[in-house]
C-alpha cells in the first residue's frame, strides 16, 4: 500500500521569499507523484507531476519540485512567493490506475 | 472545452437520508473518479468508473455507489446518511492515456445534520 506524508501542517512565509513545502511518500513498487493546489472553495487544480525521466519537475505559476528516490521524497519549492500563492497544498501519489492517494495538506500563508 | 462540472454546489441533508451528487466530465474523457475531503483533510479516494463499469473502489462502505452514463457523466450515491459523511464531495475526470492527469470540479460540500 501507498501512502503520502506531508511534514507541516502550515507554512507562514513572508513575500518575496522562498518556500519548501516537505512531502515523503511510502510504496514498495514504483509511483507517479503529485502535487496540487487548492484555493479557498474550489477544487484541485495540478501544480506538477512526476511520471519519469528527469527528476526535477518544472510546473505552473513558477513551483518546481524534485523527485528523490533514495530519500522517498518529492518535496515542491518556489524561489519567491506571491500573496496570491496562498493556499492549502497537496502531495499525491498514484500506481497504475489514476487512484490517487493524498496527503493531509499543507497550508501556505504568504505575509505582505 | 468545458471543464469538470459538478452539482449541485452545496446541499443539507438530515441523518438517515439520501442523497445523489452529479458530475460532468470534461470533454472526452472516459474515467470519473469520486473523492470525499473531510474539513482540514485530504481528499480520500472513493471509487473510480471507466466505460461505465466501477474500477476500483476506496475503504467506503457499499451505502456509497456510483453509476456512469453512456456520456461518461456520473452520479455518487450516498444512503442512510450519517453525521460524518459532512465532506466536500469531488469529481475528478481523466483520460486514460498514461498521462496520469485528472481534471477536478469544485466539488459539492455537503452538510449532514
Known amino acids: 500500500a501507498q501512502s503520502v506524508t506531508q511534514l507541516d501542517s502550515q507554512v507562514p512565509v513572508f513575500e518575496e521569499a522562498p518556500v519548501e513545502l516537505r512531502c515523503n511518500y511510502s510504496?514498495?513498487?514504483?509511483?507517479?507523484l503529485f502535487w496540487y493546489v487548492q484555493y479557498p472553495n474550489q477544487g484541485l487544480q495540478l501544480l506538477l507531476k512526476?511520471?519519469?525521466?528527469?527528476?526535477l519537475v518544472k510546473g505552473i505559476n513558477g513551483f518546481e519540485a524534485e523527485f528523490n528516490k533514495s530519500q522517498t521524497s518529492f518535496h515542491l519549492r518556489k524561489p519567491s512567493v506571491h500573496i496570491s500563492d496562498t493556499a492549502e497544498y497537496f502531495c499525491?501519489?498514484?500506481?497504475?490506475?489514476?487512484?490517487?492517494?493524498f496527503g493531509t495538506g499543507t497550508r501556505l500563508q504568504v505575509f505582505p | 472545452e468545458t471543464g469538470v462540472t459538478q452539482s449541485p454546489t452545496h446541499l443539507i441533508k438530515t441523518r438517515g437520508q439520501q442523497v445523489t451528487l452529479r458530475c460532468s466530465s470534461q470533454?472526452?474523457?472516459?474515467?470519473v473518479s469520486w473523492y470525499q475531503q473531510a474539513l482540514g483533510q485530504g481528499p480520500q479516494f472513493i471509487f473510480q468508473?471507466?466505460?461505465?463499469?466501477?474500477?476500483g473502489r476506496g475503504n467506503f462502505p457499499p451505502r456509497f455507489s456510483g453509476l456512469q452514463f453512456p456520456n461518461y457523466s456520473s452520479e455518487l450515491n450516498v444512503n442512510a446518511l450519517e453525521l460524518d459523511d459532512s465532506a466536500l464531495y469531488l469529481c475528478?475526470?481523466?483520460?486514460?492515456?498514461?498521462?496520469?492527469?485528472?481534471?477536478f470540479g469544485p466539488g459539492t460540500r455537503l452538510t449532514v445534520t
Open positions: 475528478a475526470s481523466s483520460l486514460r492515456t498514461g498521462t496520469h492527469e485528472q481534471y
Open positions: 510504496s514498495s513498487v514504483s509511483v507517479y
Open positions: 512526476y511520471l519519469s525521466g528527469s527528476t
Open positions: 499525491a501519489v498514484s500506481v497504475d490506475t489514476d487512484k490517487l492517494i
Open positions: 470533454s472526452g474523457h472516459n474515467t
Open positions: 468508473y471507466y466505460r461505465e463499469e466501477e474500477n
